[in-house]
């Protein structure tokens, strides 16, 4: 069952955990501890609004960036890794295993790092699930090259 306020799944009295939340503290489910409704939008929305289609097929994300040069995004109440979060929203399933970029092989010119641009596409065409083991193989691959 869906959250009344969110697409969500519903914990208890038909909200998702972050409307109980605001409407066990305060009385309102749309309004946060602060007493400020919380206008957000729907996270595909969010998502669709803040990349770029580039002419290689990636959609590079806009807004922040993590430390390790990942985009990254707010959603369920937790920061989130944007392209696990656009993975999510494609598959239906959060990835049990790693996401493996898989445009880096597509650029034989890219250096992989921090300051890699394939980091911040959120394409999930561009992902494959992979284990550790073999998202540091291909790493270590790509690095030779």
Same mark, same amino acid.
């Given at each position: 069952? /869906?959250? =009344? $306020?969110?697409?969500? %799944?519903?914990?208890? #009295?038909?909200?998702?955990? @972050?409307?109980? &939340?605001?409407?066990?503290? *305060? &009385? +309102?489910?749309? !309004? =946060?501890?602060?007493? /400020? ?12 609004? =803040?990349?770029? !289609? ?7 994300? =806009?807004?922040? @960036? ?24 494609? *598959?239906? %399933? ?11 092989? $597509? ?14 596409? @959120? ?5 494959? %699930?992979?284990?550790? !083991?073999? +998202? @540091? #193989? #291909? #790493?270590? *691959?790509?690095?030779?090259?």
């Amino acid at each position: 069952m /869906k959250c =009344n $306020f969110c697409t969500d %799944e519903a914990a208890s #009295r038909g909200m998702c955990r @972050i409307h109980y &939340g605001r409407w066990y503290r *305060t &009385g +309102n489910p749309e !309004v =946060n501890q602060m007493g /400020k409704r919380k206008d957000v939008k729907p996270i595909e929305q969010r998502m669709e609004e =803040n990349h770029t !289609v580039l002419d290689n097929g990636c959609w590079e994300w =806009n807004l922040g @960036i993590s430390q390790y040069g990942y985009g990254k995004v707010k959603y369920q109440g937790r920061t989130r890794g944007a392209h696990v979060v656009s993975w999510y929203l494609a *598959t239906g %399933e959060w990835p049990k295993e790693e996401l493996d970029h898989l445009c880096h092989s $597509f650029d034989p010119d890219c250096i992989a790092g921090v300051t890699c641009p394939h980091r911040r596409c @959120i394409n999930p065409a561009h992902l494959e %699930e992979v284990s550790k !083991v073999e +998202n @540091i #193989r #291909r #790493r270590d *691959t790509r690095k030779r090259l």
